[in-house]
């Protein structure tokens, strides 16, 4: 417990900033009209490209006996692509609704 307490006071200010960052974020997507949201998610899941290359440096650094943090960095890489494959997939479908038919 009081390493727990040590932590948040060691990084008392970035953990107020990104709780801001959560109030910000909520307050933005909540002001966008429900016809941009579908291009707004696919572009946002395409930016999780981010958390795959992230979560690959983090495993390839983890000790190999350390399996809790090679187990979420597989679960953060598995999840992260799907979010990346998705995003695209939501894309090309929007993009389809706008090419001309033959």
């Known amino acids: 417990m009081e390493n727990i307490l040590n932590f948040i006071t060691e990084n008392q200010q970035i953990i107020y900033i990104v709780i801001l960052m959560v109030f910000v974020g909520i307050e933005v997507i909540g002001r966008v009209p429900s016809v941009l949201h579908t291009p707004l998610m ?6 999780h490209g981010v958390v795959v290359i992230g979560a ?3 495993m390839g650094q983890a ?15 598995i999840l992260g692509t799907l979010n990346v ?6 894309t090309d ?6 090419k001309k038919k033959k």
């Not at 494959?85 to 939501?90: I, Q, Y």
């Not at 479908?93 to 706008?98: K, Q, T, V």
């Open 42 to 47: 696919s572009g946002a899941n395409a930016i």
């Open 56 to 58: 690959i440096i983090i």
């Open 63 to 77: 000790e190999a006996s350390n399996y809790l943090a090679l187990g979420l960095g597989f679960l953060a890489v």
């Open 85 to 90: 494959v998705g995003g695209f997939v939501v």
């Open 93 to 98: 479908r929007m993009l389809e609704m706008f």
